[in-house]
């Protein structure tokens, strides 16, 4: 069975404090491993697709990477705007839909 | 319209009394998904509507839970019998196509659904 495991479950940040979270995936198959980015009372909004082990890219104050069983989001020095919770969701080989990870809870301090 | 709408964007309910949650997508997106989030949990994929194809229905949890979407536009999802455990948010989102998920798709903010 498909599953996308997220670490850690919250973090907290000082303002300009660098950090990584953490997207652990077992898909058969991996077609595309996504990031996206959920505030409050609202929906998810796509951030990255990352197709295969060692693909990068980058957005702003954020970069996506992908290895063969795992995703690393790298927040460099982060600002409070950052705060939110970003999810993690992987495509399979087999499948059509996305299995999402239950997020980490990002929280800047000024 | 110029985002996913999703409508009510709350609503409590009795237990046992059946709800409506509607999405109405992106102007010409093909692909219309639905999905539940769960507090702590991942999002979980209820339903998926592709153009005139049939739906993929392999999410729905039980067969009190039904959709479907008219003109290839607005959804509705229908809950009969509402139970406690039905209690989430329900988000819509749409694509240009089954092909175009990978460039994200678009979520609506979702209907959150309390059922007392």
């Known amino acids: 069975e498909d599953q996308v495991t997220q670490s850690p479950e919250a973090l907290r940040l000082q303002e300009g404090e660098s950090s990584s979270l953490n997207c652990s995936y077992t898909?058969?198959?991996?077609?595309?491993l996504f990031w996206y980015r959920q505030d409050p009372g609202k929906g998810p909004e796509f951030l990255f697709t990352l197709y295969s082990a060692g693909e990068e890219k980058e957005k702003e104050r954020l970069k996506a990477t992908l290895t063969k069983k795992e995703s690393f989001l790298h927040i460099t020095a982060p600002k409070p705007e950052d705060s939110a919770t970003y999810l993690c969701?992987?495509?399979?080989?087999?499948?059509?839909?996305?299995?999402f990870g239950p997020g980490t809870r990002l929280s800047v301090l000024p | 319209g110029a985002g996913v709408s999703q409508s009510p964007s709350n609503k409590v309910t009795e237990k046992g009394k059946d709800v409506e949650l509607r999405c109405d997508p992106i102007s010409g997106h093909t692909a219309l998904y639905w999905y539940r989030q769960s507090l702590g949990q991942g999002l979980e994929f209820l339903i998926y509507f592709q153009g005139n194809s049939a739906p993929d229905k392999s999410g729905l949890p039980s067969d009190r839970f039904s959709a479907e979407r008219t003109g290839g536009s607005v959804s509705t999802l229908t809950i009969q019998r509402t139970q406690q455990e039905d209690s989430a948010v329900y988000l819509c989102?749409?694509?240009?196509?089954?092909?175009?998920?990978?460039?994200?798709?678009?979520f609506g903010s979702g209907t959150r659904l309390t059922v007392v």
């Open positions: 989102a749409s694509s240009l196509d089954r092909g175009r998920i990978y460039y994200g798709y678009t």
């Open positions: 969701a992987a495509v399979s080989g087999y499948g059509q839909n996305f299995v």
């Open positions: 898909v058969s198959g991996l077609r595309g």
